[in-house]
């Protein structure tokens, strides 16, 4: 199983950008899936997830700025972000737990995505 993510890049304060990441490969079933993201210096941490249903969760930064969405049928997760602030530059992984067709369960990370935000 395989994640790829898109859509980073250099944007101004204010602005907007998304990102997406699809899931490839031995998938019986995608189960919750989200968007982490580590600064510079820092931990990685949650952003946003959302399950196979459709239930959402964000960080309090990003919470009225940042939606998390899904498309079940094609495995891929985007993230809209919008009034981006500098403090949200950072490399973006999303992740997914997979029930594989062997039927276990993994967690995947994707390879990561570059967002900054300029002032």
């Known amino acids: 199983v395989q994640l790829q993510a898109s859509g980073g890049g250099v944007v101004q304060a204010g602005g907007s950008l998304r990102l997406s990441c699809a899931a490839s490969?031995?998938?019986?079933?995608?189960?919750?899936m989200g968007w982490y993201r580590q600064a510079p210096g820092k931990q990685r941490v949650v952003v946003a997830t959302?399950?196979?249903?459709?239930?959402?969760n964000y960080a309090d930064s990003v919470k009225g700025r940042f939606i998390i969405g899904r498309d079940n049928v094609k495995n891929t997760v985007y993230l809209n972000m919008s009034t981006l602030k500098p403090e949200d530059t950072a490399v973006y992984y999303c992740?997914?737990?997979?029930?594989?067709?062997?039927?276990?369960?993994?967690?995947?990370w994707g390879q990561g995505t570059l967002v900054t935000v300029s002032s």
């Open positions: 490969g031995s998938i019986f079933s995608v189960n919750t």
């Open positions: 959302i399950t196979s249903g459709g239930s959402t």
């Open positions: 992740h997914a737990a997979v029930t594989t067709l062997q039927r276990y369960v993994y967690d995947y």
